[in-house]
């Protein structure tokens, strides 16, 4: 019986999960941050949890870089299973050696309900000896595919979906979808070394929005397409070394994730679709500061008054991302839909009123940023304080629905924000008489903001009703939200 026949009525019998794993990022990357393995839409957000039992039969975090060896023994379920997040799954007994834990669940750590699968690449080196592989999973709650060839890195795997039959509702955490994994006893020396060092099974859970789906197969589909050989996360990977956007929207169209390992590409196309991709950026040049030439620099300018817009989009690596050009006076109106710019390291350096900044992300012109995510900044130069959105003179901005970590406003930019999570905001100095202005809206809480004074004109700040605001620092006094509108009527 080969592996796609075993495979299917293992699971079909057993409630488990299971699998052997070098944790990976798309990149196949090692990493042990729990959102190296997660791809997501619509506003939500996961973490992957992979664990194995110690000696004890306790979970703990899963240790990367198992062997292959074949399984010796009775192959019989314990009697007692794996207790994962308070129910029990069947595991195989103690006596069946070098079965090798990998214990995958998912946590809603978002603010939306979402659907969820976990797609998992199982290294089978030589298909003639497929029989040799068996796996288990949860059959109660995930349902599984039918086992997909293809090569990765010119390895060849299979790979299985597993998709929660019901939606992952937020704080909630997830049952197992695949515990463990053994080769067959009667695996040989020469099968074994096929494996090199290490049996490697990577996984990614991919998770989007429940609202406007009536089921997760649907949902998931929509999001990231149906899996096949072609299309899995880990299919396709491009680097980019020129400074052609074309070439960068051929990957993207393509399906790939990119690797943009070049000074500056700037994209003109006035309807962008990312498609869920992941842009690493990668700024080898080091620090620009403004005016100089830049580096890991990804521009969406359609051009001065034109319209554009950016949707389903992920950036990450070193550098910066605008709309717009921050070398032009005149910008264009943009939208923005699930845009996220996280754990950016950013190598674009202006001064702000005499305050040096370095932002992750920055516009020039009219933009509406809905569902989008920006968090994580650092800077390329510890003189440069980082923030994931700086908002510069002349520009008008509407944020809806999203997070955002730290925020910079110039004298004249004017920000209205609702139904959006902020750790931070600072203003070189919101005033009326500079024509900026900050709304904080209906569903919106921000941590805490700076107001640097301008003078004796009074600060332009209008906190509305449905608005939390931590605290409020002005001229050396920190004000709760009602000290401060009972201060500032």
């Known amino acids: 019986m080969s592996i796609f026949k075993k495979a299917l009525a293992l699971l079909l019998v057993v409630a488990l999960t299971a699998a052997i794993a070098v944790n990976v990022t798309l990149a196949y990357l090692v990493d042990e941050k729990s ?79 979402a659907f969820v699968r976990t797609v998992v690449a199982i290294e089978a080196p030589g298909h003639d000896k497929e029989d040799y592989i068996h796996i288990n999973y949860n059959g109660t709650d995930v349902t599984s595919s039918k086992p997909i060839e293809s090569k990765i890195d010119g390895i060849d795997y299979v790979i299985i979906v597993y998709t929660y039959k019901t939606a992952l509702a937020v704080g909630e955490k997830s049952a197992p979808s695949l515990v463990q994994v053994f080769l067959d006893s009667m695996a040989d020396n020469e099968y074994c070394a096929k494996f090199g060092d290490t049996w490697e099974i990577f996984a990614v859970s991919q998770a989007v929005q429940t609202e406007g789906f009536s089921d997760a197969e649907t949902a998931l589909n ?6 096949d050989d072609k299309n899995h996360p880990w299919a396709k990977t491009s680097i980019i070394t020129t400074n052609d956007g074309n070439e960068l929207l ?57 319209t554009a817009s950016v ?88 944020i809806d629905g999203s997070e955002f970590g730290k925020i910079y406003l110039a004298a004249q930019a004017h920000v209205t924000i609702t139904n959006t999570e902020i750790d931070v905001i600072d203003s070189c100095a919101i005033s009326t008489r500079n024509l900026g202005k900050l709304t904080i ?7 805490t903001i700076n107001l640097t004074p301008a003078g004796t004109y009074p600060p332009a700040l209008v906190i509305k009703t449905g608005a939390t605001v931590g605290s409020i620092v002005y001229n050396g006094t920190t004000y709760t939200q009602a000290e401060w509108v009972a201060a500032h009527p």
């Open 311 to 398: 949707n389903n989009l992920n950036v990450t690596g070193s550098g910066f991302v605008e709309f717009g050009h921050h070398g032009t006076s005149t910008g264009g109106i943009y939208t923005a839909n699930n845009l996220n710019v996280s754990d950016l390291v950013a190598t674009l350096c202006i001064t702000e009123g005499g305050n040096p900044v370095a932002a992750a992300f920055c516009h020039y012109g009219t933009a509406t940023l809905k569902n989008c995510v920006m968090t994580g900044t650092t800077s390329a130069n510890p003189a440069y304080k980082p923030y994931d959105a700086s908002f510069v003179n002349g520009t008008k901005t509407t």
């Open 35 to 113: 959102d190296v393995n997660v791809m997501t839409l619509g506003n939500v957000k996961i973490e992957q949890i992979e664990q194995e039992r110690d000696a004890n039969g306790n979970l703990k975090t899963f240790s990367q870089l198992k062997p292959a060896y074949p399984a010796v023994g009775p192959v019989e379920w314990a009697t007692e299973g794996v207790e994962v997040n308070g129910v029990k799954y069947k595991v195989f007994t103690p006596d069946l050696k070098n079965v090798v834990d990998k214990i995958i669940t998912v946590n809603n750590v978002g603010k939306s309900d």
């Open 222 to 227: 929509t999001a990231f397409g149906v899996i």
């Open 250 to 306: 051929e990957a993207l169209e393509n399906g790939n994730d990119v690797y943009l390992n070049t000074d500056i590409v700037t994209i003109e196309e006035t309807d962008f679709d990312g498609k869920g991709a992941e842009i690493t950026l990668i700024a080898a040049g080091g620090v620009k500061g403004s005016g100089e030439s830049d580096y890991g620099y990804l521009s969406f300018n359609p051009g001065a008054g034109n």
């Open 441 to 447: 809206g209906e569903g919106t809480h921000v941590g």
